[in-house]
């Protein structure tokens, strides 16, 4: 079956570093999808890789290894704004998305 | 641009009763998705369209049906609702295969 896996909570301090990881198997890979769910809201794009390596964008860095199944998202200097939903999903090979549960990070002062 | 509406905000609905959920972008986008969101479960895909006039199931279809009568709009139909039903519905389009998903605001919608 098609499973994806990622932490269900977690804490961290505002102006902290927090890494958010998540690791997959599938029928076929087509890239992986980092979204960010505020409460109450819908989830927002914010990475995609589909080659091996580190995407880096502003505070945020993606990072994937395809022969792991694992992929992780970076946050730096983190904010109070960024206590959020962290979805990770993968573009399996009929190109639909297959989600993980999700991350609930939560920004401590 | 408005991107994906979907209406309405919220619902509360009574067992039995027909319901559809109306979902329009104005991207121009040629796949569209519903998708419901229950806590700890993530999201799931309940049907898409990758193109006008045509339709697929995704993993949890039951009890649900839409159409796609041109690229716009893609509603969502619960025949007789159930309290299983209550959830969040979401609404997404992209444009190609590898593209990105864009989401509506969703739908919250309670079943007693």
């Known amino acids: 079956g098609q499973n994806i896996d990622q932490p269900t909570e977690m804490t961290a301090t505002e102006g902290a570093i927090v890494q958010i990881n998540c690791t997959y198997q599938t029928s076929g890979f087509n890239g992986l999808f980092w979204y960010q769910q505020h409460a109450g809201e819908a989830p927002t794009f914010l990475s995609y890789n589909v080659l091996d390596g580190l995407e880096e964008k502003g505070r945020f860095s993606s990072f994937l290894s395809r022969s792991k199944g694992y992929s992780y998202l970076l946050l730096k200097e983190l904010q109070m704004k960024d206590s959020a939903s962290y979805l990770c999903a993968v573009t399996d090979s009929n190109y639909q998305l297959i989600w993980g549960a999700g991350t609930k990070l939560i920004i401590k002062p | 641009i408005a991107g994906i509406t979907q209406a309405p905000t919220s619902q509360i609905l009574a067992a039995g009763r027909r319901m559809t959920l109306r979902c329009t972008q104005d991207m121009r986008h040629n796949a569209m998705y519903w998708y419901r969101q229950d806590l700890g479960l993530g999201l799931r895909l309940i049907h898409y369209?990758?193109?006008?006039?045509?339709?697929g199931k995704g993993e949890v279809p039951d009890g649900y049906s839409v159409s796609r009568a041109n690229t716009d709009d893609f509603p969502l139909t619960l025949a007789s609702a159930v309290p299983s039903q209550t959830s969040v519905y979401f609404c997404?389009?992209?444009?190609?295969?590898?593209?990105?998903?864009?989401f509506g605001p969703g739908t919250r919608l309670t079943v007693l």
């Open positions: 997404a389009s992209k444009a190609g295969e590898t593209d990105t998903q864009y």
């Open positions: 369209s990758n193109t006008a006039g045509t339709t």
